[in-house]
């Protein structure tokens, strides 16, 4: 080993001890970007630092040293909820190697309408990427289904990254992770493999019972065809993928939330139901369920 790895490696190591033990409460700790040479998918939600607001700041008011960012919770996932508020996230990266790193930063959010992540380059503070319903999907940094952010850290350099969250009003679900590029590729093909097979399957039984009501002419497959449907877009929607293929110009399909869709899904099968039970000449009425 040269003496130039070892006095890397032994700066790393104190930059990362001193993270650790001194960091007071708002403060991130700083994430060793050699950890997603260890692991498949890293999990970096409890490193980051977070701040909400009622307000829509840019970032020369984040920046500012009266902002009080907060140690995120020890969890994979912060759960939110419905809530007013405005999010900013703060990430700190380091690169130990003596070359430059690229690794992908995953974000699942549910209802983000914009996100805007910003690096520390030569001395300015520059945005990378934004993506989020707001934006068409081919317009996305990365061509996923959730929100992906490529992000190059230098050789020997500490960068600090924030990542502004515009999911005002929505139920919010956030959930940080890093993984490199080609790992990355497998998680992507395996994901869409699962989902192909289940939309694939949604779609069959769709067809199946629409078939079933133009050979038998009974209404009730016609129903279970539209709830079937109705099941398929809740699965698009509840993993995002209604962007990627349903077309964003169908707008409705963006803005209507996943509990929507749902409701709909179930008053459709409590229908259903009941043409199934009152099938024949005794009569059929709309039944409402209380939600």
């Given at each position: 080993?040269?003496?130039?790895?070892?006095?890397?490696?032994?700066?790393?190591?104190?930059a990362?001890?001193?993270a650790?033990?001194?960091?007071p409460?708002?403060?991130s700790?700083?994430?060793?970007?050699?950890?997603?040479?260890?692991?498949y998918?890293?999990?970096?939600?409890?490193?980051?630092?977070?701040?909400?607001?009622?307000?829509?700041?840019?970032?020369?008011?984040?920046?500012?040293?009266?902002?009080?960012?907060t140690?995120?919770?020890?969890?994979?996932?912060?759960?939110?909820?419905?809530?007013?508020?405005?999010?900013?996230?703060?990430?700190?990266?380091h690169?130990?190697?003596?070359?430059?790193?690229d690794?992908?930063?995953?974000?699942?959010p549910?209802g983000?309408?914009?996100?805007?992540?910003?690096?520390h380059?030569?001395?300015?503070?520059?945005?990378?990427?934004?993506?989020?319903?707001?934006?068409?999907?081919?317009d996305?940094?990365?061509?996923?289904?959730h929100n992906?952010?490529?992000?190059?850290v230098?050789a020997?350099?500490?960068?600090?990254?924030?990542?502004?969250?515009d999911?005002?009003?929505?139920?919010?679900?956030?959930?940080?992770?890093?993984?490199?590029?080609?790992?990355?590729?497998?998680?992507?093909?395996r994901?869409?493999?699962?989902f192909?097979?289940?939309?694939?399957?949604?779609?069959?039984?769709?067809?199946?019972?629409?078939?079933?009501?133009?050979?038998?002419?009974?209404?009730?497959?016609?129903?279970?065809?539209l709830?079937?449907g109705?099941?398929f877009?809740?699965?698009?929607?509840?993993?995002?993928?209604?962007?990627?293929?349903?077309?964003?110009?169908?707008?409705?399909?963006?803005?209507?939330?996943?509990?929507?869709?749902?409701r709909l899904a179930?008053?459709?099968?409590?229908?259903?139901?009941?043409?199934?039970i009152?099938?024949?000449?005794?009569?059929?009425?709309?039944y409402?369920?209380r939600?």
């Open positions: 080993m040269s003496l130039k790895t070892t006095t890397t490696s032994i700066k790393a190591l104190i990362i001890i001193i650790i033990t001194i960091s409460t708002g403060t700790q700083i994430i060793d970007l050699r950890l997603c040479d260890s692991v998918q890293l999990s970096i939600t409890p490193q980051i630092s977070v701040f909400r607001t009622t307000e829509k700041f840019g970032l020369p008011e984040i920046l500012k040293p009266t902002t009080q960012f140690q995120a919770e020890d969890e994979t996932v912060l759960v939110y909820n419905y809530d007013p508020y405005y999010y900013w996230f703060r990430f700190i990266l690169n130990s190697d003596n070359v430059d790193k690794v992908m930063l995953i974000m699942a549910v983000m309408r914009e996100g805007k992540l910003y690096q380059r030569d001395d300015t503070w520059q945005m990378l990427h934004q993506t989020g319903i707001k934006y068409r999907f081919r996305r940094p990365y061509p996923f289904m992906v952010f490529p992000v190059r230098g020997g350099a500490t960068d600090t990254l924030y990542l502004y969250a999911a005002n009003g929505s139920n919010k679900t956030f959930g940080f992770a890093m993984m490199k590029p080609k790992d990355l590729k497998i998680f992507e093909s994901t869409y493999f699962v192909g097979i289940i939309v694939g399957l949604l779609a069959l039984f769709c067809i199946f019972n629409i078939s079933l009501y133009f050979v038998l002419k009974v209404k009730t497959n016609l129903w279970y065809a709830y079937i109705f099941l877009l809740i699965v698009m929607k509840n993993d995002h993928l209604d962007q990627q293929f349903l077309l964003f110009q169908f707008r409705f399909l963006h803005t209507a939330s996943w509990s929507a869709q749902s179930f008053r459709q099968e409590v229908y259903t139901c009941r043409l199934q009152h099938a024949g000449n005794r009569p059929v009425y709309w409402t369920p939600l």
